[in-house]
T-cell receptor, first 111, second 115 residues
Framework: QKEVEQNSGPLSVPEGAIASLNCTYSDRGSQSFFWYRQYSGKSPELIMFIYSNGDKEDGRFTAQLNKASQYVSLLIRDSQPSDSATYLCAVNMNRDDKIIFGKGTRLHILP | ETGVTQTPRHLVMGMTNKKSLKCEQH?????MYWYKQSAKKPLELMFV???????ENNSVPSRFSPECPNSSHLFLHLHTLQPEDSALYLC??????????????FGDGTRLSIL
């Protein structure tokens, strides 16, 4: 199993709907989870991060953790065309103190 | 303005050239990173410096040579690169303490093309 896995997409979501992005991880001891947004030709931009002690909501974005099933989700409410980008999930690997990135999910918001 | 500045933004070089990439962070962080991003591949961690000490060398070929003179500056020296080294090279920084639990902030990257 890869350490951090994401569906590469593209995930197409109508404007105004909820976009749901998922990321699974292999290290049961992982404690920190990060979501980055990367527009084409640009560098990754941190959107949210959560620790293993709970979910977080920030504006239209919500990050949720399911420790039992070892996945983390990013929900984007009221999706806008400007949300169209690749979303990278990153997870700390507790066993060797590294952050590992997934390949990213391409999100396309349909106007 | 991301707080992490990389220069140059674009670089084209021949396989026999020597060049350097520069990264500077203005965030007061103590950990700095070099990543390689190729098309359709995940971000590949290359090097990590924590409080100026190299703590990670992810089996990177010796034609890539990092240098970290202080916590704010990071260089990547390049020599005799191969065409497969063409990629986006990203620098990032984070708080040094418990670095793997800290969010990383990325620069805009250097787009490198090897002829």
């Amino acid at each position: 199993q890869k350490e951090v896995e994401q569906n590469s997409g593209p995930l197409s979501v109508p404007e105004g709907a909820i976009a749901s992005l998922n990321c699974t991880y292999s290290d049961r001891g992982s404690q920190s989870f990060f979501w980055y947004r990367q527009y084409s030709g640009k560098s990754p931009e941190l959107i949210m991060f959560i620790y293993s002690n709970g979910d977080k909501e920030d504006g239209r974005f919500t990050a949720q953790l399911n420790k039992a099933s070892q996945y983390v989700s990013l929900l984007i409410r009221d999706s806008q065309p400007s949300d169209s980008a690749t979303y990278l999930c990153a997870v700390n690997m507790n066993r060797d103190d590294k952050i590992i990135f997934g390949k990213g999910t391409r999100l396309h918001i349909l106007p | 303005e991301t707080g992490v500045t990389q220069t140059p933004r674009h670089l084209v070089m021949g396989m026999t050239n020597k060049k350097s990439l520069k990264c500077e962070q203005h965030l007061g962080h103590n950990a700095m990173y070099w990543y390689k991003q190729s098309a359709k591949k995940p971000l590949e961690l290359m090097f990590v410096y924590n409080f100026k000490e190299q703590t990670e060398n992810n089996s990177v070929p010796s034609r890539f040579s990092p240098e970290c003179p202080n916590s704010s500056h990071l260089f990547l020296h390049l020599h005799t690169l191969q065409p497969e080294d063409s990629a986006l090279y990203l620098c990032a920084s984070s708080q040094g303490q418990g670095a793997s639990n800290q969010p990383q902030h990325f620069g805009d990257g250097t787009r490198l093309s090897i002829l």
